[in-house]
């Protein structure tokens, strides 16, 4: 693989995905900021890292629409280069209520965003990386979520569902492109400080055996380990960071 790292990061306006695209720009990655529609803050993001003398782009587009995902690859391999690296970050979390409740909306756009668009960005990652296809090789890391293995009921099964195709799609993946070169691992963090635990997160921490939640530049870590020369045996790993929670 080349020593140039260009590494792509879907929902990477907030959150874990903010994180990662800060601490890759540190680490001398030049980053692809991905976000759907707040536009000042994936700029934003994008003005830390090149205020910090790295390199870094902000393009708009929904992973659950294959022509968005096209045509973000696309505006990488003009702008940045060929995509080393993959995080497949952006993700919802739907409604919080009982499965009965659902409508099938809700349902279809919370699989579309956080499975959907998973596959179809894989796809479009591949086909550049790909040793098969005159690639240099590279990395993809899917995030997950601790909530796949225990299923989150009362409030969090649809989420915790897509979760787990997530690690199903991943453990498949990895061993299907591991001889092009490409290494897919999973990372699944627990408890974490987002705008998505918000409404819960003083309820929630106490019950993590670290006594807190996580912070996003702690996911941030473990996601730039698997994307580095230093994971280089690490493939088709699901990787949990909880503050040690199951």
């Known amino acids: ?45 994008v003005k830390e890292i090149t205020d910090a003398g790295g390199k870094a782009i902000a393009v708009a587009a929904d992973t659950s629409v294959e022509a968005d995902v096209i045509r973000m690859f696309e505006t990488v391999d003009k702008e940045l280069g060929t995509v080393t690296g993959l995080v497949s970050n952006a993700g919802i979390h739907g409604p919080r209520g009982p499965v009965k409740a659902l409508t099938a909306d809700d349902i279809r756009r919370v699989l579309e965003v956080n499975v959907l668009g998973l596959f179809l960005c894989a796809q479009q990652a591949i086909k550049r990386m790909s040793t098969d296809n005159g690639g240099a090789g590279g990395a993809i890391v899917n995030i997950s979520s601790g909530a796949a293995t225990i299923g989150a009921p ?27 070169g490409i290494r897919v691992n999973t990372l699944a963090p627990g408890l974490t400080e987002t705008d998505m635990t918000r409404d819960t997160l003083d309820r929630r921490a106490p019950a993590t055996p670290m006594g807190r939640a996580g912070k996003p530049e702690e996911i941030a870590q473990a996601i730039l380990f698997l994307l580095s020369d230093a994971a280089s045996y690490v493939a088709c790993a699901n990787l949990r960071v909880s503050g040690g929670k199951p």
């Open 154 to 180: 009362g409030g969090g099964v649809l989420y915790a569902a897509s979760k787990g195709a997530v690690n199903s799609f991943s453990t498949g993946l990895a061993q299907e492109v591991i001889s092009q």
């Open 1 to 45: 693989m080349s020593s140039e790292k260009i590494t792509l990061i879907t929902g990477a306006s907030r959150g874990i995905g903010r994180a990662t695209a800060i601490l890759a720009g540190q680490a001398g990655h030049a980053v692809c900021v991905n976000y759907v529609s707040d536009k000042a803050a994936a700029d934003a993001v």
